[in-house]
């Protein structure tokens, strides 16, 4: 059946999903049962919660805004907040594509966090960061003059040099009153691939989004091996197959039928190439114009790198006199 309403774009497709799960218990741990950690693991604590909240659409000023706060109490009384960022197309088309950084020890990090901040992979990183400095920098609720924020030294071991903050009272605010005495904090991406990609025959693959160093959330191979099984995924496609949503009806049917492509096949995925730099053979041979045109490209950071990859290769593919 068709609904009155219609959300658009991925906090809309997120919305659809909450109205669809919402007062559904089993629905709502349904979901959380499908999330993949990137260590393999699943959270362990989903059979016992009895009630779930969603706080949608904050905002954590530097530290970015996550699509939705998921809160979720277990019958002992324990609390887990969950950050959910989605995205309409796949993760990897979703990520920043980072190269390891000499200066910091070959570590993958941004480059720049200059236009890439809303990258799925670093939006996962900042919330991830958000946390650690709260609990490094505890609030006082009873200033009105509290913040929250990251201190320098710490903002450069991610290559950023903003010293990030929550300055927000209302949000800050809010924050101790519902999410502050969680037992654990999650960070979690939905995305739209296919719900093979975090089936457990291909965990230990590179068609798993964490298993590729190069897009895995920017927060050091150290923190990374530490708290690696605090980041996961799971995929519209998934959340079909496992019955949380129904293509076929409820908000999600309208609102994907309007903005998801089917996700790609296991054959799709394979034929995607690792991104290239922009190195070849034949560079000795380009024109003037070739070499001015790719030192152009190179220096757009914002550019999409397969894009540059195409574009090189199309330099490569013309006929030499």
Same mark, same amino acid.
């Given at each position: 059946?068709?609904?009155?309403?219609?959300?658009?774009? *991925?906090?809309?497709?997120?919305?659809?999903?909450?109205?669809?799960?919402?007062?559904?218990?089993?629905?709502?741990?349904?979901?959380?049962?499908?999330?993949?950690?990137?260590?393999?693991?699943?959270?362990?604590?989903?059979?016992?919660?009895?009630?779930?909240?969603?706080?949608?659409?904050?905002?954590?000023?530097?530290?970015?805004? $996550?699509?939705?706060?998921?809160?979720?109490?277990?019958?002992?009384?324990?609390?887990?907040?969950?950050?959910?960022?989605?995205?309409?197309?796949?993760?990897?088309?979703?990520?920043?594509?980072?190269?390891?950084?000499?200066?910091?020890?070959?570590?993958?990090?941004?480059?720049?966090?200059?236009?890439?901040?809303?990258?799925? /992979?670093?939006?996962?990183?900042?919330?991830?960061?958000?946390?650690?400095?709260?609990?490094?920098?505890?609030?006082?609720?009873?200033?009105?003059?509290?913040?929250?924020?990251?201190?320098?030294?710490?903002?450069?071991?991610?290559?950023?040099?903003?010293?990030?903050?929550?300055?927000?009272?209302?949000?800050?605010?809010?924050?101790?009153?519902?999410?502050?005495?969680?037992?654990?904090?999650?960070?979690?991406?939905?995305?739209?691939?296919?719900? *093979?990609?975090? +089936?457990?025959?291909?965990? /230990?693959?590179?068609?798993?989004?964490?298993?590729?160093?190069?897009?895995? $959330?920017?927060?050091?191979?150290?923190?990374?091996?530490?708290?690696?099984?605090?980041?996961?995924?799971?995929?519209?496609?998934?959340?079909?197959?496992?019955?949380?949503?129904?293509?076929?009806?409820?908000?999600?049917?309208?609102?994907?039928?309007?903005?998801?492509?089917?996700?790609?096949?296991?054959?799709?995925?394979?034929?995607?190439?690792?991104?290239?730099?922009?190195? /070849?053979?034949?560079?000795?041979?380009?024109?003037? /114009?070739?070499? *001015?045109?790719?030192?152009?490209?190179?220096?757009?950071?914002?550019?999409?790198? +397969?894009?540059?990859?195409?574009?090189?290769?199309?330099?490569?593919?013309?006929?030499?006199?």
């Amino acid at each position: 059946m068709s609904r009155e309403i219609v959300f658009y774009g *991925e906090k809309g497709i997120l919305n659809s999903i909450v109205l669809d799960i919402q007062g559904d218990i089993a629905k709502q741990k349904q979901f959380i049962r499908s999330i993949i950690l990137a260590d393999k693991s699943k959270l362990s604590w989903v059979d016992s919660v009895h009630t779930v909240k969603c706080f949608m659409a904050p905002s954590l000023d530097q530290f970015g805004n $996550p699509d939705m706060i998921m809160e979720a109490v277990t019958t002992d009384g324990e609390k887990y907040v969950l950050f959910i960022v989605t995205t309409t197309a796949t993760y990897q088309n979703s990520a920043l594509i980072m190269n390891q950084l000499e200066e910091k020890d070959n570590q993958y990090l941004p480059k720049t966090y200059i236009n890439n901040s809303k990258k799925l /992979n670093v939006q996962l990183s900042l919330l991830y960061r958000f946390v650690q400095a709260y609990k490094n920098n505890p609030l006082d609720v009873y200033d009105i003059n509290s913040i929250i924020v990251e201190e320098h030294e710490v903002s450069l071991t991610y290559n950023d040099s903003m010293e990030r903050k929550l300055e927000n009272w209302i949000m800050m605010d809010y924050w101790n009153e519902n999410f502050q005495d969680a037992k654990d904090y999650y960070y979690i991406a939905i995305t739209n691939d296919s719900k *093979e990609v975090i +089936d457990e025959k291909n965990a /230990n693959s590179r068609l798993f989004p964490y298993n590729n160093f190069s897009t895995m $959330p920017p927060i050091g191979s150290e923190r990374w091996e530490e708290d690696k099984g605090k980041f996961g995924i799971t995929t519209y496609d998934t959340l079909a197959h496992k019955n949380v949503i129904s293509k076929n009806n409820g908000y999600y049917k309208d609102t994907s039928d309007l903005m998801l492509l089917t996700p790609p096949t296991i054959a799709d995925y394979k034929k995607i190439k690792s991104p290239k730099a922009l190195v /070849n053979i034949n560079t000795d041979r380009w024109t003037e /114009n070739q070499k *001015e045109l790719c030192g152009i490209i190179n220096e757009i950071k914002e550019l999409d790198e +397969d894009f540059k990859a195409f574009i090189t290769n199309f330099m490569d593919s013309i006929e030499y006199s």
